[in-house]
């Protein structure tokens, strides 16, 4: 079954961290990668920018309303995701646990979903 792991960032959190703390948090990224190619549960990866550079998109009569920035202000955002493929929903939560970023912020598991509705 496939998961999302979405990792949330809070920048007030990360800009109390030390330059050895950071370091260790992108070592770890690095270690946690390595880890689940080797045991096959990495499907793909990505960080996102800022949310500073998005855009929301909303469709109203059929006309499209687009604004800069994320959808909603909050102090946590969507930083980046892995997307892993493992056997049971346990083992994508201790996966989640085995990101860095899980000791300073919070990792969400979120199963995808098949084109006919059903969890992939």
């Keep these: 079954m496939k998961y999302l792991l979405q990792i949330y960032m ?3 959190t990360f800009e109390t961290l030390s330059e050895e703390d950071l370091n260790e948090v ?3 990224h690095d270690e946690f990668i390595k880890a689940i190619t080797e045991s096959g549960e990495m499907v793909g990866t990505e960080a996102l920018t800022d949310p500073s550079n998005s855009a929301t ?4 009569a059929g006309v499209p309303a687009v604004t800069d920035g994320p959808y909603l ?4 955002y969507v930083a ?3 997307l892993v493929d493992c056997e049971t929903k346990e083992r994508a939560i201790e996966l989640a646990a085995l990101i860095p970023d899980a000791k300073y912020t919070a990792i969400e598991v979120r199963p995808l979903m098949s084109e006919g ?3 992939l």
């Design 26 to 28: 992108f070592r770890g």
């Design 73 to 76: 202000e909050a102090k946590e």
């Design 80 to 82: 980046g995701y892995y």
């Design 57 to 60: 998109v909303r469709v109203r």
């Design 117 to 119: 509705g059903t969890e």
């Design 10 to 12: 809070n920048p007030a």
